[in-house]
């Protein structure tokens, strides 16, 4: 059983940092969610060719947050071929994230901002933390991986998150991470070789499997339930609890969906818009 007694009594991640204010998955992102007083920086990370770990969302640059460094916009159709494991971390910093409107966050606050380091990002959190006399933050870090884009759009999941976890134990926080995943196989490795970390299982919408079916298929008990919120309802709160795990659902983005499942009595919540926890 893993042990989740060190995190939050009620858990508050900013999504990608805080994706509905800032571009997200920026260091300038993690910062503005640590102000709104998010307890875990929730984020993504791929692997570039050069085996560095970045945090990013997408395995390539996505056309919605984008600008080339020739300053166009990457297209629709052609965002797959401009592939982070492809691409060694110098190639990457080349490419900004921060500049383009996004179609969906139209209040986001727009700035240069390139995909960092995971390194650097933990970095830049420690030293911000630090200085401003406040504990350190949660990470809740999710392996961008699926079958289908093994040694295509990142290594196979074993070297991932090997990759990950060197860059995890260098820093000391191994204390402070979740790893989360919807690819089981990053959480089965995780569980069988570094079997401390805490790890969630993230589950989407779509998913018709019973909670049951899903933790059979997981083959272990985790530290923590993701599911997409509009799952959520008072029995799946209950069945989680019964089993020691905690329920943290993503995204939920109204004051008032997150006032509704805090009386369900979830564990946590996962937001683009943190400054709704205030």
């Known amino acids: ?20 204010l800032m ?16 307890t875990t920086l929730e984020m993504d990370v791929v692997i570039t060719k050069d085996k560095k770990v970045v945090v990013s969302h997408d395995q390539w640059f996505s056309e919605e947050i984008t600008t080339k460094p020739d300053g166009s916009f990457i297209g629709q159709r052609e965002e ?4 982070i494991y492809w691409m060694t971390y110098e190639q990457v910093k080349t490419f900004d994230v921060g ?65 990950l976890m060197a860059v ?14 919807f690819d089981f196989r990053t959480l089965q490795y995780l569980h069988k070789k570094y079997p401390a970390i805490r790890t969630a299982m993230l589950v989407e919408d779509f998913d018709q499997r019973t909670f049951k079916e899903q933790l059979a298929a997981l083959g272990f008990t985790p ?10 309802n008072k029995n799946m709160v209950k069945n989680c609890h019964k089993h020691d795990i905690k329920i943290i659902p993503w995204t939920v983005n109204t004051k ?17 818009y943190p400054n709704l926890f205030n």
């Open 80 to 83: 797959r071929k401009f592939n």
């Open 1 to 20: 059983m893993q042990s989740t007694s060190n995190l939050p009594g009620f858990d508050k991640q900013g999504h990608r940092g805080c994706r509905g």
């Open 23 to 38: 571009p997200e998955n920026t260091i300038a992102a993690m910062i503005k969610a640590l102000n709104l007083g998010v």
């Open 168 to 181: 995890i134990n260098e820093k000391g926080i191994a204390d402070h991470v979740i790893i989360q995943s």
């Open 256 to 272: 008032e969906e997150i006032e509704s499942l805090k009386k369900m009595g979830v564990d946590g919540i996962i937001s683009d």
């Open 223 to 232: 530290g923590i339930y993701s599911p997409a919120y509009q799952k959520v």
């Open 99 to 163: 500049l383009k409107p996004h179609p969906r966050f139209p209040t986001q606050e727009k700035m240069k901002a390139v995909k960092p380091l995971l390194t650097e990002l933990i970095d830049s959190v420690k030293q911000y933390m630090m200085a401003s006399r406040r504990p350190m933050p949660f990470y809740n870090i999710e392996t961008k991986t699926q079958p289908e884009f093994d040694d295509v759009f990142h290594p196979k999941p074993e070297e991932f998150v090997d990759l």
